[in-house]
């Protein structure tokens, strides 16, 4: 069974704080993604990346970056957090674009 | 641009009832493939089915069966005899396949469904 794995279950940070979210998959997907999901607008992606060191903007990056400078890992960052960026985070993993993307259990985070 | 439109959003059934969600989908591709997601409320994504455009077969897994139909873009959930750990929230999503590395072979979501299933 593919396994990914967000670092935080819950996490808490402050106002222009920089913050890091960690996911690692162990199946060697080659793409990986990250969401944001928010009470009535479902999940919404943020960027993905279909090979080590490439990245493509999402439908809502403003505000984010990520890393893959390894395949398995994938880490979205936070530049300057700010109270709207208080979410529900979900990563993901497929092995093809148009593969069943597998999902880690999420890291609800809060800006304060 | 590709759009999922999940109009119900909370479901209320008793145990034993059937229900069946909706999804509408819009996509100018020929070429396109479509999804069904489960999120129990522990909050991990489970992935259920995946469709390709070209296969309008109806699919039917234990209690669960989809209804695709292009002719109304609809790619529809039934589960038959509901039970409580079919409470969740349902997402249906829809990906283009026409780019290796463009955005437009990502996913798009819908809002999701909420099911509840009481005893």
């Known amino acids: 069974d593919v396994k990914v794995t967000q670092s935080s279950r819950y996490l808490v940070k402050r106002t222009g704080e920089k913050v890091f979210l960690e996911c690692v998959q162990d199946m060697d997907h080659e793409n990986m993604f990250w969401y944001r999901q928010d009470p009535g607008l479902g999940l919404r992606l943020i960027y993905f990346s279909y090979d080590v060191k490439m990245k493509e903007k999402g439908d809502i990056p403003e505000g984010y970056s990520v890393s893959r400078e390894k395949k398995e890992r994938f880490s979205l960052i936070l530049e300057s957090a700010s109270t709207n960026q208080t979410s529900m985070y979900l990563c993901a993993s497929s092995l093809g674009l148009v593969q069943p993307q597998h999902f880690g259990d999420g890291t609800r985070l809060s800006i304060l | 641009a590709q759009k999922v439109t999940q109009a119900q959003t909370e479901i209320s059934v008793v145990e034993k009832e059937d229900v069946t969600l909706d999804c509408v989908y819009e996509?100018?591709?020929?070429?396109?493939?479509l999804f069904w997601y489960k999120q129990p409320p522990s909050g991990e994504l489970v992935f259920l089915i995946r469709?390709?455009?070209?296969?309008?077969q109806n699919e039917i897994s234990g209690r669960y069966s989809w209804n695709f139909q292009k002719s109304t873009s609809s790619f529809n959930f039934t589960i038959t005899a509901s039970q409580v750990v079919d409470s969740a929230v349902y997402f249906c999503?829809?990906?283009?396949?026409?780019?290796?590395?463009?955005?437009?072979?990502?996913?798009?979501f819908g809002k999701g469904i909420t099911l509840s299933v009481r005893p």
């Open positions: 999503a829809l990906s283009e396949a026409h780019s290796r590395t463009g955005a437009n072979s990502k996913l798009t």
């Open positions: 469709r390709n455009s070209f296969d309008e």
């Open positions: 996509t100018r591709d020929t070429t396109y493939y």
